[in-house]
């Protein structure tokens, strides 16, 4: 029997969890990404492994996914995870107003916290600013970004997959009915069009997948990309995340990487994805409400400034108040365009997760029936990942 044949069109996280999870399930897969592996938004993450803490007050379903991906994500790829853990520190009496509530929520999500006194959290990161009032530590965690794809990227290819680079969509192959029946690509590599047939295709472009759906025909994906300037400090001041303990704002995070820290982020809305600046000011922020957390940061030399945008689902509100949780789209519901199914939104730690769901999406829609099998099963070595040559 011949095996189903999907396109997946993103190699970020989203895209290589979804090859993963497909090929598993006996797909043929091709993976084409206009750029290199995590090309685009995946690639300048700071590397939080979340606990789901952060949205334990005001989106306990993202809460939720975070901290059970958390601990699964620990399970099958601990290569390239550090898991040191986190705090959530308050500093003045607007972060103890908020203490009560979060307790609440994280006792709502089953995320597991303890709280610390002043004189034990400054043990254990003497860099914290001394008016530190009370902390509480969570399981949060750091991994790398580059080596979380290419994990689920090899893992991907020892199944089978394929994996286009340097490949960028320009449009979509349909019948006579207008359903989906392939893609065609730009092969950077020789700069030419190549056209790819597939029994069906998953729009994994994270912010940019609304620009992929409304090149099949539909406009109506709810995606509100919203980037978000991170600054990174060339001195490892903090062996824990450190997370303000107050409602999600801008410059509340400290994510240790090997012998750096990086203070994010800011969130504001941009109309060219691809070229959105690292504004000073945001710059500037950054070091502000960092060494409010962690005052040393001031003396430590800035290493880079650099920018994400994030895929968040847009629920008509803005920025921050946007639902970080994942949807996954048919297309046909949508707009009477089968064969095309998008999947976006959520966050680096429900990469995993996010595939599944949209797997079994796929499968439905094909008639295929197969489980999956992620949760179990442990990745293979980012280093065995191999660039497809064609």
Known sequence: MTKPHAIVIGAGFTGVAVAYDLAQRGFNVTVVERGPIVNGTSGRTHGLLHSGARYAVEDQESAIECIDENLLLRKIVPQVIEPNGGLFVAINESDMAYRDDFIKGCAECHIEIEELSREAVLRIEPHLNPNTITAFRVPDGTFDPLRLALAFAASAQNLG????????????????????????????????????????????AGAWSGQIAALAGDESIPIKPTPGVMVTYNKR?????????????????????RQMVTVGTTSFEAEDLDYIPVFEDQVK????????????????????AFMASRPLVDSGLKGRSLARTFKCFDHNESAG??????????????????????????????????????????????????????
Not at 170 to 176: A, I, P, R, S, V
Not at 363 to 387: E, I
């Open 161 to 204: 997959a394929k994996f286009r680079l340097f490949s960028e969509v320009e449009g979509f192959l349909k019948n006579d009915n207008g359903n989906v029946t392939g893609i065609r690509i730009m092969d950077r590599t020789k700069t030419k069009p190549v056209d790819i047939g597939a029994d069906i295709v998953v729009n994994a």
């Open 237 to 257: 001041l903090c062996n824990l995340v450190i997370n303000r303990l107050n409602e999600p704002g801008d410059g509340d995070i400290i994510v240790p990487q």
């Open 285 to 304: 922020l950054m070091l502000e409400r960092g060494r409010e957390l962690i005052p040393d940061i001031q003396y430590a030399d800035e290493r880079g």
């Open 337 to 390: 365009i089968d064969g095309l199914v998008t999947i976006t939104g959520g966050k680096a730690t429900t990469l995993r997760l996010m595939a599944e769901k949209t797997a079994d999406l796929v499968c439905k829609k094909l008639g295929v029936s197969a489980h999956c099998q992620t949760a179990q099963t442990p990745l293979l070595s980012y280093r065995q990942f191999k660039v497809d040559q064609w």
